[in-house]
Each structure stands twice: as structure tokens, then as C-alpha cells.
């Protein structure tokens, strides 16, 4: 996966971070991995969970827990392996 933050809704938000959770939804929800952290900087980061299990849906869970109010956006690209 690599993500890069582009923009916000506040200035504020420059060279924050927010973290990225990877899940495991088949059955009951698990959390797979380490938490990453990703700043928000302009700059493309990448990671690359291991652990997730073939033929089982996966997501990401992105958490932003500095402001509630100022949004976030940016792109980025997610892979399987």
C-alpha cells in the first residue's frame, strides 16, 4: 500500500499523521499488522502488511485522531501479492 496526503481542510493539518489499521472482515473483524503511521507531508509512504489470508476480504482502517473537524485527502494505491 502507499498513501500520500495531499490536502486539508485546515492548514493545520501539514506534517500530522494518521494511522492506517488493516483488517481482516471475514467472520469476526480482525485486526491484522501493526498500526503504521503516515504523515501528511506531500510525500508518498508505502508498507506492506503480512499475515492477511487468501480468498478473505481485507480493509483498511484510516484513524485521524487530532481534530474531529479538519478533512483530510490526498491518493494513494493498495496491492495484493
Known amino acids: ?3 500520500r496526503g495531499t490536502g486539508g481542510s485546515d492548514p493545520t493539518y501539514f506534517g500530522k499523521e494518521v494511522k492506517v489499521e488493516m ?11 501493526p498500526t503504521v503511521r503516515y504523515s501528511l507531508n506531500g510525500n508518498a509512504y508505502g ?16 484513524v485521524k485522531d487530532w481534530s474531529p473537524t479538519v478533512r483530510v485527502w490526498g491518493n494513494g494505491w493498495a496491492s495484493a501479492s
Open 23 to 33: 483488517w481482516d472482515a471475514y467472520g469476526t473483524d480482525t485486526k491484522v499488522g
Open 47 to 62: 508498507y506492506c502488511w503480512t499475515g492477511t489470508y487468501p480468498y478473505h476480504e481485507h480493509y483498511f482502517r484510516l
Open 1 to 3: 500500500m502507499s498513501l
